[in-house]
């Protein structure tokens, strides 16, 4: 009896696959599995993956339905691919659908047929001389001398209109004289070309591109630790040069291909048009012609940020992770997965090598290289002629502060910008003010929907809550007293430009942050202008710490770096040290020194000294030291089951129900905390509670929360409560 049962899933949050009847007339054969198939659900149809097909089928053969055609004439994702994102779906305790659906482009999710990967393009047949050229004909004319000018006489459409803009009526016109042809190409493998830096690589460079050569091939998981400007991006440039070469493809992922354009300029300038840049201003269909491009091993060199890790690559032959330490590279909602984590994954089914590269690495990848999984790789100095920039720690407690900023400082500023160079101020904070008060009764700005203050925004008259979006007008008199004494308390960037402006006039300011930055364009036009200016100021929140390069910036302030010191949360230390860095690796990247002024409540605090003085490496050698007395991950794992609802003790209800489970099945294995409100019990109007385990093995982890997940769904929980499960957890939010 030959196979007449498909198992398909769904985009859905189900969490099994179904069985339908083949459709009439097809024969089942491997080349379905990964295709897409329609099929009746409910009472509509719906768009399905087939995930593999079988003789039998366990359900009832009065439940079945037949399938009503299978869409794709061959697989959109490959058995191993299929195999990659079963295991994702399994590790995140997600529904396998979800996952498989979100490693398609967007357009291939429904029921849209495949785009043509051919490309038109336009031949010259007759020789220009030839053309009886009319009045009017000057497009003609010209679109005939670029065609007779080009290799084999032939231009491929696009160029044609990236030229003469739109040129489909005069072609159709040349079409019809039978002076040209248009014809469809089909796609070809783009050529690599290469061009050397110029740079001759340094000893510590070459050392970490031998070590990963060594191991082309072969599954190994290399950590890139290299201080900012050391030249780890030449490393990927040499090492992927050598993969290509070989035939293979790779693999790159960014944290923010906005805030980097320098990186993957850089790439294209060196590597030419073998490499395909998902960047967010890409259409659907151009998105899905990269996506088959690289599937079909067309394109040799992929950017993208997190989501790219979903994608098929034929032939990989390296993965990289840039700035692996990146909070970017976790997704915060749905299928909550570490970009990071996945690339190791991913690396190890390929069998080839993964490098996780930065200048402060996190602390999970360090303690894999401690402990020999991971090999550790370091490019201890700057590149070129750069020189580290100097570190001090500024004690603002008993000193007068202007809008926040401490005179040394100010004088700082002023002595850069006689110089003719360029001043970075950071702080983590937009808008002009965290929140307004009433100095006559203490009101606060607080929001209606949440547990959080609204921002002032001076400029748009507006009070706005981060968290939900909620704002209203700045209002003239105290909403609870009517005093018209309202005070912005506190700064953010808005204020600080205002400031600075206001004490140098003469020197052009740039405020970067999400409400400057309004789309990529504006970003792109920022950093062109901060390029070809002189001196200058720069302010602005964590969009400036991204890998950027600022070659006349020789100053950077950091005006709070207390946050990360006293917070609750264990990451907190090591996030605030891996901005600190990175922020200040903005300074003196080129031939000028740079400096980096710290300004902090608790200048002698152990973890911001060890930082300053001794650098990451020992900072965080002390942090790992401080997590392993506390138990705290990577010397155990968590997940955290979050739930929220109209009210508090409803989705504290829920967790109670899995919280009583775990204690009674997994006593003494699994540890278990909560459940407690969120650090922002209330947001956009909804109670959010949770709940932790954590566990010192992995696999006991995973188990319990496999059985805790099937119980929960059995309680079958009402439907005022949200719950979702949250593997290696990046914060409590
Ligand atoms: P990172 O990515 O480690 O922060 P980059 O790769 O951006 O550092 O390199 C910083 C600068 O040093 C770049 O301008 C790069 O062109 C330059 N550079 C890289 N390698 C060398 C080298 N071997 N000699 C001189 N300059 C180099
Ligand atoms: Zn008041
Ligand atoms: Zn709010």
Not at 411 to 416: C, E, F, L, V
Request: aromatic share 6%.
């Amino acid at each position: 009896m030959s196979a007449k049962f498909l198992h398909i899933v769904f985009n859905r949050p189900l969490n099994r696959a179904f069985d339908y009847a083949a459709p009439e007339n097809h024969s089942l054969c491997a080349d379905i599995i990964g295709a897409r198939v329609l099929v009746p659900f409910g009472n509509t149809n719906a768009i399905g993956l087939i995930m593999g097909y079988a003789k039998q089928s366990d359900v009832a053969p009065d439940k079945i339905r037949p399938a009503i055609d299978i869409l794709d004439p061959s697989p959109l994702l490959e058995q191993d691919h299929l195999d990659f994102l079963r295991w994702a779906a399994d590790y995140y305790h997600h529904p396998l659908g979800e996952v498989v659906f979100a490693a398609l482009p967007r357009r291939l999710r429904k029921h849209h047929k495949m785009l043509s990967l051919n490309t038109p393009h336009c031949r010259l047949i007759q020789p220009s001389s030839e053309i009886a050229m009319q009045r009017n004909a000057s497009r003609q004319q010209a679109i005939v001398q670029a065609l007779a000018a080009a290799e084999h006489q032939t231009l491929p459409l696009k160029t044609l209109q990236d030229q003469f803009g739109p040129v489909t009526a005069v072609l159709k016109r040349l079409e019809a004289k039978k002076i040209v042809d248009i014809h469809d190409t089909p796609p070809s493998s783009s050529e690599m070309h290469w061009r050397e830096s110029g740079h001759q690589l340094n000893a510590e460079q070459t050392a970490a591109i031998d070590a990963i050569k060594g191991k082309f091939n072969q599954f190994q998981v290399f950590l890139l630790d290299g201080v900012t400007g050391s030249g780890k991006t030449e490393v990927y440039m040499q090492l992927t040069k050598s993969v290509l070469s070989e035939g293979k493809n790779v693999l790159l992922l960014v944290p923010e291909i906005a805030l980097t354009p320098q990186l993957a300029q850089g790439f294209r300038e060196r590597l030419g048009d073998c490499i395909t840049i998902l960047h967010s201003g890409l259409s659907d269909a151009e998105r899905e012609i990269s996506w088959r491009r690289a599937k079909l091993g067309l394109s040799r060199l992929i950017i993208g940020t997190r989501s790219l890790i979903f994608s098929p690559v034929a032939k990989l032959g390296l993965v990289i992770v840039d700035e692996e330490h990146d909070p970017s590279f976790k997704q915060h909602d749905g299928l909550r997965y570490s970009a990071r984590d996945l690339a190791v994954i991913r690396a190890q089914r390929a069998h080839c090598p993964i490098l996780l590269g930065s200048a402060t690495p996190s602390l999970e990848t360090l303690h894999n290289a401690a402990r020999n999984r991971y090999q550790h790789l370091r490019l201890t100095r700057r590149a070129g002629l750069a020189q580290p920039p100097a570190m001090r720690v500024l004690d603002i407690n008993d000193q007068p502060l202007q809008s926040g900023m401490a005179s040394a400082l100010l004088q700082g500023i002023q002595q850069t910008l006689a110089k003719h160079q360029q001043v970075l101020i950071f702080i983590n904070r937009r808008g002009y003010a965290p929140v307004l008060t009433c100095h006559h009764c203490h009101w606060v700005s607080a929001c209606h929907q949440c547990d959080a203050h609204q921002t002032v925004h001076r400029a748009a008259n507006q009070l706005r809550c981060h968290h939900c979006g909620a704002q209203r007008h700045i209002p003239m008199t105290c909403p609870e007293c009517g005093s018209p004494e309202l005070h912005p308390l506190g700064q953010g960037t808005e204020r600080i430009e205002d400031f600075l402006q206001a004490q140098f006039p003469d020197t052009p300011l740039f405020r970067i942050d999400r409400d400057t930055v309004t789309h990529k364009n504006r970003l792109h036009e920022l950093l062109q202008r901060i390029h070809q200016s002189d001196a200058a100021i720069l302010v602005g929140t964590q969009m400036l710490a991204k890998g950027h390069h600022f070659p006349k910036v020789t100053l950077v302030g950091i005006l709070n770096a207390d946050a990360g010191l006293f917070s609750t949360d264990f990451r907190a230390a090591e996030r605030m040290a891996q901005l600190l860095l990175q922020i200040a690796g903005r300074a003196g990247r080129d031939k000028h020194p740079g400096q980096v002024m710290i300004q902090s409540r608790y200048p002698d605090h152990p973890l911001l000294r060890n930082l300053v003085e001794q650098g990451y490496a020992d900072f965080a050698q002390a942090a790992l030291a401080e997590r392993q007395e506390a138990g705290y991950p990577p010397f155990s794992y968590q997940i955290l089951i979050r739930a929220d609802a109209k009210k508090a003790e409803q989705a504290e209800a829920f967790l109670d129900i899995a919280a009583t489970w775990i204690k009674q099945h997994h006593h003494g294995v699994i540890d278990c905390w909560g459940p407690v409100p969120a650090p922002m019990a209330r947001r956009v109007g909804r109670y959010r509670s949770h709940l932790l385990m954590q566990a010192k093995q992995r696999t006991l982890l995973h188990e319990a929360m496999r059985r805790v997940h099937l119980y929960l769904q059995s309680t079958r929980a009402k439907k005022t409560v949200r719950w979702s499960i949250d593997v290696d957890p990046y914060d409590a939010y």
